[in-house]
T-cell receptor, first 112, second 118 residues
Framework: GDSVTQMEGPVTLSEEAFLTINCTYT??????LFWYVQYPGEGLQLLLK?????DKGSNKGFEATYRKETTSFHLEKGSVQVSDSAVYFC???????????FGTGTSLTVIP | DVKVTQSSRYLVKRTGEKVFLECVQD?????MFWYRQDPGLGLRLIYF???????EKGDIPEGYSVSREKKERFSLILESASTNQTSMYLC?????????????????FGPGTRLTVL
């Protein structure tokens, strides 16, 4: 069945370091792919998405490219900031798109 | 500004109590969801509603029920709270699109209710 597998954390980086959080998916067809972020004490919010193969989603300096060859949607940022400390979730729509499979989440802590 | 609000940020209840968690959205969304979030397990769907008075079980409905009498409000009920229901509960809403395969409508989340059952 459809699923997403996300890199386990926690991840701790120094400010200005490069970030990669891996996400791979199993799906029938070519669904949209999403990254959500959860800042401390808050609910999840959409960070970025890509709707078809080879699309790149981007927001707040984060990027992810939808790669059907490797069934991946890895999240990257060139230079992280302390304010990027959060939990990041990869997500895949289920069937009709009303529900999602969420990854288990990757906790990122950025230290000054 | 779109908004999903939850009735409490923190709640402490005793085993056996009936617990109500309320969620309200102001975006006229058809869909509403209740999740619980636990360390190492990510988000797990408890119940989902795609219209007033309509509901579907998610992955872990046991011990929970829901109510949706108005479009903007979705309530989660713990009939008899137990210690293993101590968790973070997240409500979300989205537009509905039955039959839209693979599309995925963004879900908007509330801030969560951290429930402790003693």
């Amino acid at each position: 069945g459809d699923s997403v597998t996300q890199m386990e954390g926690p991840v701790t980086l120094s400010e200005e370091a490069f970030l990669t959080i891996n996400c791979t998916y199993t799906a029938t067809g070519y669904p949209s792919l999403f990254w959500y972020v959860q800042y401390p004490g808050e609910g999840l919010q959409l960070l970025l998405k890509a709707t078809k193969a080879d699309d790149k989603g981007s927001n707040k300096g984060f990027e992810a490219t939808y790669r059907k060859e490797t069934t991946s949607f890895h999240l990257e940022k060139g230079s992280v900031q302390v304010s990027d400390s959060a939990v990041y979730f990869c997500a895949l729509p289920i069937n009709t798109g009303n529900q999602f499979y969420f990854g288990t989440g990757t906790s990122l802590t950025v230290i000054p | 500004d779109v908004k999903v609000t939850q009735s409490s940020r923190y709640l402490v209840k005793r085993t056996g109590e009936k617990v109500f968690l309320e969620c309200v959205q102001d975006m006229d969304h058809e869909n509403m969801f209740w999740y619980r979030q636990d360390p190492g397990l990510g988000l797990r769907l408890i119940y989902f509603s795609y219209d007033v008075k309509m509901k579907e079980k998610g992955d872990i409905p046991e011990g929970y029920s829901v109510s949706r009498e108005k479009k903007e409000r979705f309530s989660l009920i713990l009939e008899s709270a137990s210690t293993n229901q101590t968790s973070m509960y997240l409500c979300a809403s989205s537009f509905g699109a039955p039959g839209l395969a693979g599309g995925g409508y963004e879900q908007f989340f509330g801030p969560g209710t951290r429930l402790t059952v003693l």
